[in-house]
């Protein structure tokens, strides 16, 4: 299908550019940026007046619940949801049920993701099998069905043994490890340890539940070489610690969360359990060290953390409500938001959405290696057309994901999705 984007301001977070221009597209691909070919006749016209238009966002922290948790979000919902946000890649954690630990797991997620074409699916595989943190995964085997790096998901690794010998295999494969930084028995809190918590009679989890984690991880990588991905820091602390390791170095890269760049424990009001997230939120030091990572490159990349929860599991006590919100619908507006409140350019803000993210899982992402998170001619046509001028205001029950529990429910933020096209195909057009 041919498709001409006409009239938009053209941004590649990549470079930093923007400009007025045309893009053109056929076969899946970006024929031309700026002069179009006079004999080319496109099938549809997206016309993007007003309008900035940029590659499709890569979120490397989504939880599709499907297989396992279908009562909190099926496969074809959170994929409506991601192309509606603007996201045309999405990176899931293998917490489903079963796990993702064997190759014909992998092999059917992404079979069903492909057959609704929408967004691209990239799954990571378990580090361990069951995520039990016991006996390494097949991990040959899991990359050849399609797995892009391997992850214990929410469950801590106690066992240092194991976590240095799975550094040690993927660093010989040239596979990377995502991990969360979080000590297993200092992270079993509901909120962030402080005054708040405090008060409330809630249980903390101190920062240094992910400063050990950080220091622990940082001296195997020194040993193994490995390429490490820390999802979701939450603290000032871990910031620095980072900041030390890149300066060194090391072969990390890390993200933070939409959740944690804008809110702080005191958002969680009066027992509020849509605040209720791992991680949790931390004080306003932390979120302002965090915002200031993203902004000088020392954080790589923003995500939704996109997690589904239910009704059932919303609706108890604060402490014994499932964590998580949905957040895919969301994430290119707070990115906007974040821009608009820092004083930073929005090339910039797209490009912790984009361009790095993408840079993140590098390799992994075989043919769209050169051009995802980016527009280039010949690259691959993932691309969000959005009104930058435009405001919406968080209705949950307007979201198309399953799950609509969000800490930002009643929000009016910047940025409005117009047409998501993924692979050349319109996906998604307001």
């Given at each position: 299908?041919?498709?001409?984007?006409?009239?938009?301001?053209?941004?590649?977070?990549a470079?930093?550019k923007?400009?007025?221009?045309?893009?053109?597209?056929?076969?899946?691909?970006?024929?031309?940026?700026?002069?179009?070919?006079?004999?080319?006749?496109p099938?549809?016209?997206?016309?993007?007046?007003?309008?900035?238009?940029?590659?499709?966002?890569?979120?490397?922290?989504?939880?599709?619940?499907?297989?396992?948790h279908?009562?909190?979000?099926?496969?074809?919902?959170?994929?409506?949801?991601?192309?509606?946000?603007?996201?045309?890649?999405?990176?899931c954690?293998?917490?489903?049920?079963?796990?993702?630990d064997e190759?014909?797991?992998?092999e059917?997620?992404?079979y069903?993701?492909?057959?609704?074409?929408?967004?691209?699916?990239?799954?990571?595989?378990?580090?361990?099998?069951?995520?039990?943190?016991?006996?390494?995964?097949?991990?040959?085997?899991?990359?050849?069905?399609?797995?892009?790096?391997?992850?214990?998901?929410?469950?801590?690794l106690?066992?240092?043994?194991?976590?240095?010998?799975?550094?040690?295999?993927?660093?010989?494969?040239?596979?990377?490890?995502?991990?969360?930084?979080?000590?297993?028995?200092?992270?079993?809190?509901?909120?962030?340890?402080?005054?708040?918590?405090?008060?409330?009679?809630?249980?903390?989890?101190?920062?240094?539940?992910?400063?050990?984690?950080?220091?622990?991880?940082?001296e195997?990588?020194?040993?193994?070489?490995?390429?490490?991905?820390l999802?979701?820091?939450?603290?000032?602390?871990?910031?620095?610690?980072?900041?030390?390791?890149?300066?060194?170095?090391?072969?990390?890269?890390?993200?933070?969360?939409i959740?944690?760049?804008?809110?702080?424990?005191?958002?969680?009001?009066?027992?509020?359990?849509?605040?209720?997230?791992?991680?949790?939120?931390?004080?306003?030091?932390?979120?302002?060290?965090?915002?200031a990572?993203?902004?000088?490159?020392?954080?790589?990349?923003?995500?939704?953390?996109?997690?589904?929860?239910?009704?059932?599991?919303k609706?108890?006590?604060?402490?014994?409500?499932?964590?998580?919100?949905?957040?895919?619908e969301?994430?290119?507006?707070?990115?906007?938001k974040w821009?608009?409140?820092?004083?930073?350019?929005?090339?910039?803000?797209?490009?912790?959405?984009?361009?790095?993210?993408?840079?993140?899982?590098?390799?992994?992402?075989?043919?769209?290696?050169?051009?995802?998170?980016?527009?280039?001619?010949?690259g691959?046509?993932?691309?969000?057309?959005?009104?930058?001028?435009?405001?919406?205001?968080?209705?949950?029950?307007?979201?198309?994901?399953?799950?609509?529990?969000?800490p930002?429910?009643?929000y009016?933020?910047?940025?409005?999705?117009?047409?998501?096209?993924?692979?050349?195909?319109?996906a998604y057009?307001?």
């Amino acid at each position: 299908m041919k498709i001409l984007i006409k009239g938009g301001r053209v941004i590649d977070p990549a470079t930093q550019k923007s400009t007025m221009a045309d893009l053109a597209i056929a076969d899946g691909k970006i024929l031309a940026m700026g002069d179009v070919p006079d004999d080319f006749s496109p099938d549809s016209t997206i016309d993007a007046a007003g309008c900035v238009v940029m590659p499709g966002l890569v979120d490397l922290a989504v939880r599709l619940r499907e297989p396992g948790h279908e009562h909190e979000g099926m496969l074809a919902s959170e994929m409506a949801a991601a192309v509606a946000g603007g996201v045309t890649s999405v990176v899931c954690p293998p917490d489903t049920e079963p796990v993702l630990d064997e190759a014909g797991l992998v092999e059917m997620l992404r079979y069903r993701a492909e057959r609704l074409h929408q967004a691209r699916v990239f799954p990571l595989g378990a580090l361990t099998r069951g995520l039990k943190g016991e006996v390494l995964t097949e991990m040959l085997e899991l990359t050849e069905a399609g797995c892009v790096g391997f992850s214990q998901a929410e469950v801590p690794l106690a066992n240092t043994q194991v976590m240095q010998r799975a550094l040690q295999y993927a660093s010989t494969f040239g596979f990377s490890v995502w991990l969360r930084p979080q000590e297993l028995y200092l992270g079993k809190g509901v909120a962030a340890s402080g005054p708040l918590a405090t008060r409330m009679g809630l249980s903390g989890i101190p920062v240094a539940a992910e400063t050990i984690a950080l220091h622990t991880i940082f001296e195997l990588v020194r040993a193994t070489g490995a390429r490490v991905h820390l999802c979701r820091l939450s603290s000032a602390a871990g910031v620095a610690l980072v900041r030390q390791a890149k300066a060194e170095g090391l072969p990390v890269t890390c993200d933070v969360s939409i959740n944690s760049l804008h809110l702080t424990d005191v958002d969680i009001g009066y027992f509020d359990s849509r605040m209720r997230l791992n991680p949790p939120l931390r004080q306003q030091r932390d979120r302002d060290a965090l915002r200031a990572g993203l902004a000088d490159g020392c954080i790589d990349a923003l995500v939704s953390d996109h997690t589904p929860v239910g009704e059932d599991e919303k609706s108890l006590p604060f402490a014994e409500s499932e964590p998580g919100a949905t957040g895919l619908e969301l994430l290119l507006s707070l990115a906007c938001k974040w821009a608009k409140d820092s004083g930073i350019a929005l090339e910039r803000a797209l490009a912790v959405v984009t361009s790095q993210p993408a840079g993140v899982l590098g390799a992994a992402l075989g043919p769209l290696a050169q051009s995802s998170g980016r527009l280039m001619v010949g690259g691959v046509a993932d691309i969000c057309v959005f009104d930058p001028e435009a405001t919406w205001t968080v209705t949950p029950s307007a979201l198309r994901s399953q799950g609509q529990h969000t800490p930002f429910g009643g929000y009016e933020l910047p940025g409005q999705v117009r047409a998501t096209l993924v692979g050349g195909h319109l996906a998604y057009l307001a």
